[in-house]
């Protein structure tokens, strides 16, 4: 493919809110303690002293789990939204170009060039592209920015690059 893709972005907080939730509760760090912290609170509970309350011994353990998930999970939704906000770069109207060596972001206070080869994946859902820089940071393009040629065009472009991706 030698034409670029060019995509103008206009992203809403509510939609890079979703993208960060997304992002969020698929990173390795909120797997592990999904997974982590239940066992740790399991092995807790079998190995303390019994009581004679079942509330105590089986009950409010679990309760503990779910209130600690719940405060990380908010807090951390809470804090991303905060950041996203914040940053007014993100609210500019953003055009996107794409081509088979890099893209290019480009704001009204800014101009960006990533190359393929620092990308770290890509991951396609139902609604966006996601372009990972590292684990925890993407590039959004959202599929209803797109016409049907762009999708298809920056399907083609990245089942061509050699980096990991997941694409449906």
Not at 32 to 48: K, Q, R, T
Not at 80 to 104: G, P
Not at 132 to 160: H, R, T, V, Y
Request: some cysteine; hydrophobic content about 40%; overall charge positive.
């Amino acid at each position: 493919m030698e034409k670029d893709i060019v995509i103008n972005c206009n992203y809403s907080k509510e939609e890079l809110s979703k993208v960060t939730k997304h992002i969020l509760l698929n990173s390795k760090i909120f797997k592990y303690l999904f997974v982590g912290l239940p066992i740790i609170f399991a092995i807790n509970v079998a190995s303390s002293e019994k009581t004679d309350s079942f509330f105590l011994d089986y009950i409010f353990p679990v309760l503990i789990v779910i209130v600690i998930w719940t405060y990380i999970y908010f807090r951390s939704i809470h804090t991303a939204k905060k950041r996203i906000i914040s940053n007014s770069k993100n609210f500019e109207n953003i055009t996107l170009t794409v081509n088979k060596d890099s893209f290019i972001q480009e704001g009204q206070t800014f101009k960006i060039q990533n190359f393929w080869k620092e990308i770290n994946k890509i991951k396609e859902t139902k609604e966006w592209y996601l372009i990972f820089q590292n684990q925890n940071s993407a590039i959004p393009i959202f599929k209803k920015d797109l016409s049907e040629n762009q999708n298809n065009d920056l399907k083609e472009l990245f089942n061509s690059l050699d980096i990991k991706k997941s694409l449906l």
